[in-house]
């Protein structure tokens, strides 16, 4: 055994640089076991000599000196930095250079602005150059040691706030949901699972909580209640101005503490952030929606909302049918009054007036198509309403927001008693 022990220390003695291996001997098998190493020395060996592309993200593909950065972090710590310099270095405390540790990030002037790289030991330090993925010395390469900002370190709070391990079994259901979009790809006005923006990674989460945003930032920022960031706690929802366009343009979803997650043009996929100075610039406020969840408890809203996504079809008035427009009411209504008339028209004179602002959950709003229909609408509260659509299917919408279904074309409110 004390043989086996000495050729394995003379194999170590004589490892190359930075070579990653951690070997431990297992008693109970009297077997030596290699253990993977997390190292940054480890992983800087996997993606030495990778392309460069700007804004690539895996060694097959190259990478830039921001998204390098970011993939070693996300790689050996699971942590989620910014690929933009800037950001990065809008995190940590700064080092000097004779306290200088593994892992820290080095910040250089380029000829276009700022770049990154992690430090290793012994000055050397890991960058993405034009020509690839490189080892570089702060006191061996002058061009380096003449372009050198400064170094900063990371705590392990931020760390801890920058992992989505942190939020895995989180209270709010919006962020757990969140959470469960990440790394998903960034798509403008993308409204499916595989591929969204920031708007619909809000909308999608708070379904989870039975509140139903709509599908665009600034409606979104209109519904909710507006609440000062020094009170905004986790579940809330950060909205920005000006990032892509004028007006509100960007949301995500508060974490606490300065952090958010969101789904990012810039970064290509859902992330978490830290609330620094880039992005206090574009800040605009923060709302929360806690009062506009549906009432599930009451038994027309807790059986209107299982109807959602169910589809339009000609004289359905069933879930296993689909719905027309006055099927959906005929059949939520009929529960609860078995009287409840089939047709749009005979609902409409069943029912009695409501002033507009007088409306209670349970009531109906009737609106009148481009050709003179009658289109019953269900009210689920805070100006929602329960309609059919040909394309969608069972929806919300709100009349603020709705070219369709919207307050010029209300014909009136009807209220109906309950068995």
Not at 110 to 132: Q, W
Not at 211 to 224: A, D, F
Not at 331 to 354: E, S
Request: proline share 4%; aromatic share 12%.
């Amino acid at each position: 055994m004390r043989t086996i022990i000495a050729v394995f220390a003379l194999f170590l003695l004589f490892m190359p640089a930075y070579e990653a291996i951690n070997i431990v001997y297992d008693e109970t098998n009297d077997a030596f076991l290699s253990i993977e190493d997390h190292s940054y020395h480890h992983h800087a060996q996997k993606v030495l000599d990778s392309p460069f592309k700007l804004n690539g993200t895996t060694p097959k593909e190259g990478f830039s000196s921001g998204t390098l950065v970011q993939y070693l972090f996300r790689e050996v710590e699971g942590v989620l930095l910014s690929r933009r310099v800037e950001l990065q270095r809008e995190l940590g405390e700064h080092v000097s250079t004779q306290e200088l540790q593994e892992g820290d990030l080095l910040f250089f002037k380029g000829e276009k602005g700022l770049f990154s790289a992690v430090y290793l030991n012994n000055d050397e330090f890991i960058v993405a150059t034009r020509h690839g993925v490189e080892l570089r010395s702060l006191t061996r390469n002058n061009s380096y040691k003449k372009r050198f900002l400064e170094a900063r370190r990371l705590s392990e709070e931020e760390k801890k706030r920058l992992s989505p391990s942190t939020y895995k079994n989180h209270d709010h259901p919006a962020i757990r949901e969140a959470l469960r979009m990440l790394h998903r790809p960034y798509l403008l006005t993308g409204d499916t699972l595989a591929a969204f923006d920031c708007s619909f990674l809000v909308q999608h989460a708070f379904e989870e909580l039975n509140v139903h945003l709509p599908r665009i930032t600034y409606q979104q920022w209109k519904v909710g209640k507006e609440i000062p960031l020094d009170d905004a706690k986790p579940g809330d929802v950060l909205y920005f101005s000006g990032t892509w366009q004028e007006g509100i343009s960007h949301t995500g979803i508060y974490l606490g503490d300065n952090y958010f997650i969101h789904a990012s043009a810039e970064e290509g996929e859902t992330t978490i952030s830290y609330l620094g100075d880039a992005w206090m610039k574009h800040f605009t406020g923060v709302k929360r929606f806690d009062h506009i969840q549906l009432n599930v408890n009451d038994p027309i809203i807790g059986t209107a909302s299982t109807l959602l996504n169910l589809p339009y079809t000609k004289n359905g008035e069933k879930p296993d049918q689909g719905f027309n427009y006055s099927g959906l009411t005929y059949y939520i209504m009929k529960q609860h009054d078995r009287n409840f008339p089939r047709t749009a028209k005979k609902q409409w004179k069943y029912g009695a007036p409501v002033k507009l602002g007088e409306e209670q959950t349970g009531d109906i709003f009737f609106f009148e198509s481009d050709k003179g229909y009658i289109l019953p609408a269900l009210h689920l509260g805070d100006g929602q309403l329960l309609v059919v659509r040909k394309d969608e299917g069972v929806s919300i919408v709100d009349p603020r927001f709705s070219y369709y279904w919207s307050y010029e074309r209300l014909k009136g409110i009807r209220t109906y008693e309950r068995d």
